[in-house]
């Protein structure tokens, strides 16, 4: 955090540099989040580690759809892809929220196994961009704390639940509405 600090507004690019890279390099973020509130506190800190985390997962996701699912498509066939197209194209809002709420789901297995999905790009964005929030806040909140949370915090962490938790609900019933039109 002492060296972060000392690099200036460099520090503040570092933190966002070291959320991409994770992407590709397995190394444990939450220590990078932590070290954001330390140096920039709760809601600067929250805002760099997301900005970081987008970043590198939307360049994941890419790599994956552009790379990948030629591969695995010519691995397993165009009959298996096209049963996972039709399982994620009914699931993809819902399964990709719910995965990204759960701490021990790997971030970086959702962005490739996603990228190999036909869940578009849209979805992806903006599932992950709500999905990672609670536990960025809370890791960067454990940062900036070192001390009791104040009330300020806890707010913004209820807050951010409850929105996450109203995504959840609409689109679970949009899922349901959508299955039970085809059926």
């Not at 959320?19 to 509130?37: K, L, Q, R, T």
Request: aromatic share 10%.
């Amino acid at each position: 955090a002492e060296y972060v600090k000392s690099l200036g507004i460099w520090g503040h690019f570092s933190l966002v540099g070291l959320m991409v890279a994770h992407s590709f390099v397995p190394f444990p973020a939450e220590v990078v989040a932590v070290v954001a509130g330390m140096c920039f506190g709760t809601v600067w800190g929250t805002i760099l580690t997301w900005i970081g985390a987008m970043i590198g997962a939307t360049l994941a996701f890419g790599l994956s759809r552009k790379l990948g699912r030629p591969f695995v498509a010519e691995v397993f066939g165009l009959k298996r892809m096209a049963s996972v197209d039709a399982w994620s194209s009914q699931t993809s809002v819902a399964t990709l929220i719910i995965v990204r709420l759960i701490p021990v789901v790997a971030f970086n297995l959702v962005n490739y196994g996603a990228g190999l999905t036909r869940v578009s790009w849209w979805t992806f964005i903006w599932t992950t961009a709500i999905g990672v929030l609670p536990m960025t806040i809370l890791m960067v909140m454990m940062g900036d704390q070192m001390r009791e949370p104040n009330w300020r915090d806890w707010l913004l962490l209820i807050a951010a639940g409850s929105i996450i938790a109203v995504v959840v609900v609409l689109a679970r019933r949009r899922a349901l509405a959508r299955q039970s039109q085809q059926s």
